[in-house]
């Protein structure tokens, strides 16, 4: 215990609406909680912190832009943010300087690869030439995989093997493997699924009811969900094609489909179901509680920490297979995992059946929904709890 006090972290990571950025919050704040000091840097607070009252976390960033008549249109650099891996490299060997003088270990942790992992190790490299030594971790997030690093891959592979970086952390068995398959990783990749933070917790059937009343929903809609950063790859459009052909076939009960993130070109209306596009929703868990299913129709998904959100306010999970937690999903019997389809065009009707009928089976038999919401309910707290997260990456600190 008395080497993980001496010990300091440094992050670094999106401050926008993203997965995993909300992922490398909540574990930030997990490790803060438990007295190791944290701070955050980057230009602006990670979006998921911006409600909490207090937060055991220093941020840091520079007072003072970047500037230079070598910058702007017609110049050397043509826009400022070319230098943005640079200022991150650059807050990084300030800041581990600055904690290298009080703590025994300093850990640079870079959530994304790019930009954030290429300046940590712009910011090793530096931070060793001049003699203080730091433990470089990476968390590969799935953009980084599937898209970007698809474009770069040698760079990539280059990043995953360096013997600088001392350890590689990601959220599920599943997404490690296609890591190492894909860029030809033979280190070990950490395995640590993230928490969920404790407002999420599934409310009883009154106070679900009085929920309800509250928020202005009635109480017999049948509600699916969906909330996400909306990319494409989350494939919008088909979760409003499965739950409007799930809610052609619930005819006894009125339903509807809330969309929650940033949602594009999604029509607001169709014939049988109710589409509301909330946007971007702060309090997130308040809407989880009255709802009945969560869909998620992912082409590709590090972890979701969306569905794990779902799971531990009681809601059944309808997801396809290849998202990280899948399995979770399957173990704890909270849910559906369907195999992923392509849609076809020409004739939308013809893709995730399994998907349509898990989610009317949970529309027309409340017991069954009941019963996939209580065990995902219990499954979380015993696995994406700020419990079980610190018990997981403690091990590593």
């Not at 203080?132 to 093997?161: K, M, Y």
């Not at 809609?221 to 919008?236: G, L």
């Not at 709802?291 to 590090?302: G, I, Q």
């Amino acid at each position: 215990m008395e080497e993980i006090l001496t010990t300091q972290v440094i992050a670094l990571g999106p401050g926008g609406f993203a997965g995993a950025g909300r992922i490398m919050c909540n574990g930030l704040l997990s490790i803060a909680r438990h007295g190791i000091p944290c701070m955050f840097i980057g230009p602006k607070t990670p979006f998921s912190l911006r409600h909490k009252k207090e937060l055991p976390i220093q941020f840091r960033w520079r007072s003072i832009p970047v500037t230079s008549g070598a910058i702007g249109e017609g110049a050397a650099i043509g826009h400022s943010m070319v230098l943005f891996p640079i200022e991150l490299a650059d807050e990084v060997v300030k800041n581990a300087k600055a904690a290298a003088e009080t703590a025994q270990r300093v850990v640079v942790w870079a959530h994304y690869l790019f930009p954030y992992g290429i300046a940590a190790q712009m910011a090793k490299s530096i931070l060793t030439s001049a003699g203080i030594e730091i433990e470089l971790w990476l968390n590969p997030a799935g953009s980084d995989i599937w898209e970007v690093g698809r474009q770069f891959e040698d760079v990539t592979i280059s990043l995953l093997n360096d013997p600088m970086v001392d350890r590689i952390v990601t959220y599920s068995d599943q997404f490690a493997a296609e890591i190492a398959d894909i860029y030809k990783v033979e280190r070990s990749i950490d395995v640590v699924k993230p928490s969920v933070e404790d407002e999420y917790y599934a409310l009883s059937t009154i106070d679900r009811a009085a929920a309800r009343r509250r928020l202005g929903f009635p109480e017999k809609e049948f509600i699916i969900s969906c909330h996400s950063n909306m990319r494409p790859v989350k494939a919008p459009q088909d979760v409003v094609m499965v739950a409007r052909r799930a809610a052609s076939q619930l005819l006894e009960r009125p339903s509807s489909l809330l969309l929650a993130g940033p949602v594009r070109d999604v029509e607001s209306s169709c014939d049988g179901m109710s589409i509301r596009r909330l946007g971007v929703v702060r309090q997130m868990w308040e809407l989880l509680q009255i709802v009945d299913v969560e869909l998620n129709l992912s082409r590709h998904d590090s972890f979701n920490l969306s569905l794990a959100e779902a799971m531990a306010c009681g809601v059944p999970v309808v997801t396809t297979d290849i998202v990280g937690i899948s399995d979770d999903v399957v173990d704890a019997r909270a849910g559906v995992a369907v195999p992923l389809e392509r849609r076809i065009v020409n004739d939308p009707r013809a893709t995730y059946d399994a998907a349509v009928r898990g989610i009317v089976t949970f529309g027309s038999l409340e017991s069954v929904r009941l019963a996939a919401g209580m065990a995902g309910a219990q499954y979380s707290k015993k696995q994406f709890s700020n419990q079980a997260y610190w018990k997981r990456i403690s091990v590593l600190l």
